[in-house]
Each structure stands twice: as structure tokens, then as C-alpha cells.
């Protein structure tokens, strides 16, 4: 078969299972099967697609159409700029994410501590170290098996030099941690239990569990760390969150209540709670 026919294939096959984005999700799988990118399809089109290359892309193509996500077939997926190793025991980085980056890189100066509170693949954590210098940071998570992950990333994003700041912990939120930072940062699990199986087959059957569920009204994570967060930030540092989009004032209030100053609620570009970020005084 040639490029052109597997892509067209492999359109038809993905669109018929209902896949949304049914064509570029099978041009991007041509082309992580392939190494190729995008000019490949307009000017390389009528080009052999090797045997062995075709027979992948069809198991690919199946796993789509049977709701696997595409990230979790090619195993990345880009944040901030960087490329990040995935696998089913780690969420997928989110571009939403990417606006807790940016603000906490306002908040960041050279040579500070960053506790990332449920780490995940790392991608959190290690963008930041990507993007300052001499900063220190320790990424915590319960799941030994996303900790795997997120140390792979390590040598994937970063230098070898800031490599060596780069930390990880498994501990259940603070139960392990010691000392002090000047940014804490989390994106915690922040579903709502009931929520959970409302979402779409490709998160709620392949994406952990354990990295969206925040329990019954999904402010669990954020009541426990704002609670205790206060024990391991330094004087007049900052604890930084990703929220969902109907949770600005909660955590408004809540953050307000334990005592932290400054406190705003961040919208994401469709006008939506996305942020909350506090100093402590
Ligand atoms: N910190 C990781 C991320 O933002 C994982 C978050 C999570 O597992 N809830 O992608």
C-alpha cells in the first residue's frame, strides 16, 4: 500500500469506530510508524509503505479505533516545548497545563526549591527546571509506577547538569517530605467521583484512575494540601494549582480561610477556572 492509501485507510477505519479527530489522529500515526512528518503525505504520497511499517500501523489503527488513547500507541507527548515519555500509568500532559506552567515561571527566580505535589509523568516539574537555573526540585507521587516514568523524563528534557536537581519521592502527599520550598505547585486529581464515568471512553477506561479521581466533590487533594502545605513553604512563597473549571471559589475561599495572601484565580483562554495561586505571608 502506499502512504497515501494506509492514511486514507486508516481515516476511514478510525472514523467509522467514531473517533473525533479520525484523520489527523491517523496521519500522526503514519507518521510515528514511519518517522516522517507532515510534508510526507502532499509530497511523498505515492511512496511504498514497507510491510512491517504497514502491519503496525494497522494494529495502531485498531488500538485507536478501540478507544486507547493516541499518546499512550506512541508513547509521548509534547509539553511545553519538551517531549515527554507516556504510558498508561501516568495522565497524559495537558495543553491547560501548560497555563499553570506559565504562571508559576512568574513566580520563579533563580535558584529556588519546587515541590511538585503529585507529579505524575513529571511534566510539571521538569518544565520548570528546563526553563530556570540552579533551581532544586523534588516531584512527589504515590505511584511507584508513574515515578518510573517521570524519571525517565528526567534524562529525556533536561540537561545533564540540571538532571542532577531533579528528585523524586513516593510518598502519599506529605507524609515523606521534608524541608522547605518556595514553590509548590499540583496538578492533584480533581474529578469528582461521580464524574468520573461520565468521561470519554479514552480517559475514563485508559488514563489512571488514580490521577482523576478527587472524590466526592473532587476537592479532596486540594482541602489535604492546602491544609498542610503551610509546614513546607518557605516565608512569602507560593502554592500554585490547577483547578477545574467550576472550582475557582472554592479554592478561593479555601486558600483565603488557611491564611494565604494574594490569592487569584487564573482563567484559561475559554474563560474558564484553570489556576489558583496563594503567598504564603
Ligand atoms: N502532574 C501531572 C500532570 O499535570 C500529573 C497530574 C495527575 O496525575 N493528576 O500532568
Known amino acids: 500500500m502506499t502512504y497515501r492509501e494506509c492514511y486514507e485507510k486508516g481515516s476511514r477505519i478510525l472514523n467509522e469506530a467514531g473517533i473525533e479527530e479520525s484523520t489527523l489522529d491517523a496521519r500522526l500515526l503514519l507518521e510515528a510508524v514511519c ?3 507532515r510534508n510526507d503525505l502532499l509530497v511523498h504520497g505515492e511512496q511504498p509503505v514497507e510491510p512491517e511499517a504497514e502491519e503496525k500501523y494497522f494494529g495502531w489503527i485498531g488500538k485507536r479505533a478501540g478507544r486507547i488513547p493516541l499518546q499512550q500507541l506512541t508513547g509521548e507527548q509534547d509539553f511545553m516545548g519538551l517531549t515527554f515519555t507516556v504510558n498508561e500509568n501516568v495522565l497524559i ?3 491547560d497545563t501548560e497555563i499553570l506552567v506559565e504562571e508559576v515561571l512568574k513566580e520563579l527566580h533563580d535558584g529556588m526549591r519546587i515541590l511538585d505535589m503529585c507529579t505524575g509523568s513529571g511534566c510539571i516539574l521538569l518544565s520548570l527546571l528546563h526553563y530556570s537555573n540552579d533551581c532544586e526540585g ?3 507521587d504515590l505511584s511507584a509506577e508513574a515515578l518510573e516514568v517521570a524519571g525517565r523524563n528526567v534524562l529525556k528534557v533536561l ?3 540540571k538532571a542532577e536537581h531533579a528528585h523524586f519521592l513516593q510518598s502519599d502527599l506529605f507524609e515523606k517530605v521534608e524541608g522547605k520550598f518556595e ?3 499540583s496538578n492533584p486529581p480533581y474529578i469528582a ?3 468520573v464515568e461520565k468521561l470519554m471512553p479514552e480517559v475514563r477506561d485508559h488514563e489512571p484512575v488514580l490521577a482523576l ?5 473532587g476537592l479532596y487533594f486540594y482541602r489535604k494540601i492546602v491544609s498542610q502545605a503551610d509546614g513546607y513553604l518557605a516565608q512569602g512563597g507560593w502554592l500554585c494549582f490547577e483547578i477545574g473549571y467550576d472550582q475557582g471559589a472554592a479554592l478561593k475561599e479555601m486558600m483565603t480561610e488557611a491564611g494565604y495572601g ?7 483562554l475559554a474563560g474558564l477556572d484553570r489556576v489558583a495561586v496563594g503567598q504564603k505571608k
Do not use: F, N
Request: hydrophobic share 35%; glycine share 10%.
Open 35 to 37: 518517522g516522517t512528518d
Open 93 to 95: 500532559p495537558r495543553q
Open 138 to 140: 523534588l516531584g512527589v
Open 159 to 161: 540537561t545533564p547538569e
Open 183 to 185: 514553590i509548590i505547585v
Open 193 to 195: 467521583s461521580a464524574e
Open 213 to 217: 479521581d478527587g472524590m466526592e466533590d
Open 262 to 268: 494574594q490569592v487569584q484565580i487564573i482563567k484559561d
